[in-house]
């Protein structure tokens, strides 16, 4: 007998946290009983807390984490309690379930009974995702009502389970829950905060975090908890909310001269090519960076452009030379941009059947229902059916719709004129906007350009 291998998928929102009281231990807890029960092997516990069902996968870690280990080939079926632990949004559920199908993965709610194998089973999903898709939407404004009272009443009430560094959540004599400071993590946040107010310098707090602690993180998110008002005591304008880590005027010194930095950056220069250039090794966007020389008695600015993770995690050393980098296209842009046209025309001139959408149509027929609706001419019930069903039909007439076709005439327009010549002319911010206009990305291998990506 095979046992299948099972992913078990737990998920509550801040909102659900806050109304119902759900909780991640509870939904771990029935799943794994489920296993044991019918016998299959719990591959892993893919949890995303503080996190609203209506979000796409990629904003879902866990969920992404539970898609990537399906392609590989690593689960059978996935289990979670209920349908709207899954997805409250019909278009992502369809989205996700293409990849299940296609990995022959299924999924069950252990708590409610679907049939995905037949037509009126699909259907049945289809509607209550509407609806629950629909509950979401109405009782928006009641969630900010509830927010509003919790955060007035100093209760950490904040989703998820990235507290903030040095802090834990811990329930008072009266049951509610309140932010203060972690025994095991008050030692280093202190030392932190102290570096940086008294270098007023974020990257030494960092290297002091990485050598004496072994804390690693990214840079967005050292500067997420450099900007955070709970160090100073506050959140959303409500003081005294917890114990601080640094008094409000010291933290508000370190916001000013961090802005004041940021606007001295942005207007000491531009960078050419922010955004295009990616790190061979790690793959993130590399920022840029600038350091003075001297060349004949004359100083002046030498730009490049290196891996946030340089000093931390990444292995890629080099910083590419923009000044290098801007010549090397100059130099064969040309040549690089013919080549593009030939491959493009080389591709449409092969035959390829055109198949016929039927997405107008659908779309069109979901108009005249909604007029009908609103006009009073049916009934709830089965406007929700059929909505259901011409969503399901247009999610996979999109699905199945050929990708629009490139027009490369902007290239073909570039090539006839002097852009070399009139390059020389622009000023920096014009020729940041000229490259963006044209080039997507810049691969390098080390310290050479191996491959340039044009826009779309």
Same mark, same amino acid.
């Given at each position: 007998?095979?046992?299948?291998?099972?992913?078990?998928?737990?998920?509550?929102?801040?909102?659900?946290?806050?109304?119902?009281?759900?909780?991640?231990?509870?939904?771990?807890?029935?799943?794994?009983?489920?296993?044991?029960?019918?016998?299959?092997?719990?591959?892993?516990?893919?949890?995303?807390?503080?996190?609203?069902?209506?979000?796409?996968?990629?904003?879902?870690?866990?969920?992404?984490?539970?898609?990537?280990?399906?392609?590989?080939?690593? /689960?059978?079926?996935?289990?979670?309690?209920?349908?709207?632990?899954?997805?409250?949004?019909?278009?992502?559920?369809?989205?996700?379930?293409?990849?299940?199908?296609?990995?022959?993965?299924?999924?069950?709610?252990?708590?409610?009974?679907?049939?995905?194998?037949?037509?009126?089973?699909?259907?049945?999903?289809?509607?209550?995702?509407?609806?629950?898709?629909?509950?979401?939407?109405?009782?928006?404004?009641?969630?900010?009502?509830?927010?509003?009272?919790?955060?007035?009443?100093?209760?950490?009430?904040?989703?998820?389970?990235?507290?903030?560094?040095?802090?834990?959540?811990?329930?008072?004599?009266?049951?509610?829950?309140?932010?203060?400071?972690?025994?095991?993590?008050?030692?280093?946040?202190?030392?932190?905060?102290?570096?940086?107010?008294?270098?007023?310098?974020?990257?030494?707090?960092?290297?002091?975090?990485?050598?004496?602690?072994?804390?690693?993180?990214?840079?967005?998110?050292?500067?997420?908890?450099?900007?955070?008002?709970?160090?100073?005591?506050?959140?959303?304008?409500?003081?005294?909310?917890?114990?601080?880590?640094?008094?409000?005027?010291?933290?508000?010194?370190?916001?000013?001269?961090?802005?004041?930095?940021?606007?001295?950056?942005?207007?000491?220069?531009?960078?050419?090519?922010?955004?295009?250039?990616?790190?061979?090794?790690?793959?993130?966007?590399?920022?840029?960076?600038?350091?003075?020389?001297?060349?004949?008695?004359?100083?002046?600015?030498?730009?490049?452009?290196?891996?946030?993770?340089?000093?931390?995690?990444?292995?890629?050393?080099?910083?590419?030379?923009?000044?290098?980098?801007?010549?090397?296209?100059?130099?064969?842009?040309?040549?690089?941009?013919?080549?593009? /046209?030939?491959?493009?025309?080389?591709?449409?001139?092969?035959?390829?059947?055109?198949?016929?959408?039927?997405?107008?149509?659908?779309?069109?027929?979901?108009?005249?229902?909604?007029?009908?609706?609103?006009?009073?001419?049916?009934?709830?019930?089965?406007?929700?059916?059929?909505?259901?069903?011409?969503?399901?039909?247009?999610?996979?007439?999109?699905?199945?719709?050929?990708?629009?076709?490139?027009?490369?005439?902007?290239?073909?327009?570039?090539?006839?004129?002097?852009?070399?010549? /009139?390059?020389?002319?622009?000023?920096?911010?014009?020729?940041?906007?000229?490259?963006?206009? /044209?080039?997507?990305?810049?691969?390098?291998?080390?310290?050479?350009?191996?491959?340039?990506?044009?826009?779309?």
């Amino acid at each position: 007998m095979t046992i299948l291998r099972a992913g078990l998928y737990e998920r509550v929102s801040t909102e659900e946290q806050a109304l119902r009281g759900y909780s991640i231990e509870t939904q771990i807890d029935n799943l794994t009983e489920y296993c044991e029960k019918n016998k299959l092997k719990i591959v892993d516990h893919y949890t995303d807390e503080g996190i609203s069902g209506a979000k796409p996968p990629l904003k879902r870690p866990s969920l992404q984490r539970l898609l990537d280990d399906v392609q590989a080939g690593k /689960i059978d079926i996935i289990l979670f309690t209920k349908l709207d632990r899954w997805f409250r949004s019909v278009k992502e559920y369809f989205k996700v379930q293409e990849i299940l199908d296609k990995h022959g993965v299924q999924w069950r709610a252990i708590h409610e009974n679907y049939d995905t194998t037949t037509a009126n089973g699909q259907m049945a999903i289809t509607i209550f995702l509407a609806v629950a898709q629909n509950e979401r939407d109405r009782t928006a404004e009641r969630i900010k009502v509830v927010f509003e009272h919790k955060r007035k009443n100093k209760e950490a009430c904040f989703g998820g389970p990235n507290k903030p560094m040095g802090y834990m959540k811990v329930k008072d004599e009266n049951g509610i829950r309140r932010l203060v400071k972690d025994p095991e993590q008050e030692q280093m946040t202190q030392e932190f905060w102290d570096i940086l107010v008294k270098k007023n310098n974020l990257a030494a707090a960092v290297r002091h975090m990485l050598n004496e602690y072994g804390v690693s993180k990214s840079h967005k998110t050292w500067l997420r908890i450099a900007r955070s008002p709970f160090y100073c005591g506050m959140w959303e304008g409500i003081e005294d909310f917890c114990e601080p880590y640094v008094s409000k005027k010291d933290w508000l010194m370190v916001q000013e001269s961090a802005e004041r930095r940021r606007q001295d950056t942005r207007a000491k220069g531009v960078y050419l090519f922010s955004g295009m250039i990616r790190c061979p090794e790690c793959g993130m966007i590399l920022c840029g960076t600038y350091k003075y020389n001297v060349r004949k008695g004359e100083k002046y600015r030498y730009q490049t452009y290196r891996c946030r993770f340089k000093f931390t995690t990444c292995t890629y050393k080099h910083s590419p030379s923009e000044i290098k980098t801007e010549r090397w296209l100059l130099k064969n842009l040309r040549p690089l941009l013919e080549k593009e /046209i030939h491959e493009h025309e080389l591709e449409k001139a092969k035959p390829k059947k055109k198949p016929k959408s039927k997405l107008p149509a659908l779309k069109e027929r979901q108009r005249r229902l909604n007029v009908m609706y609103m006009a009073g001419n049916m009934s709830d019930a089965d406007y929700l059916k059929e909505d259901a069903e011409l969503k399901l039909a247009i999610a996979k007439a999109e699905s199945e719709a050929p990708p629009p076709e490139r027009d490369i005439t902007p290239l073909q327009e570039l090539l006839k004129t002097d852009f070399e010549g /009139i390059y020389k002319t622009l000023e920096p911010e014009e020729k940041r906007r000229f490259w963006r206009s /044209i080039i997507k990305e810049i691969k390098f291998d080390n310290k050479d350009i191996v491959d340039v990506i044009f826009c779309d």
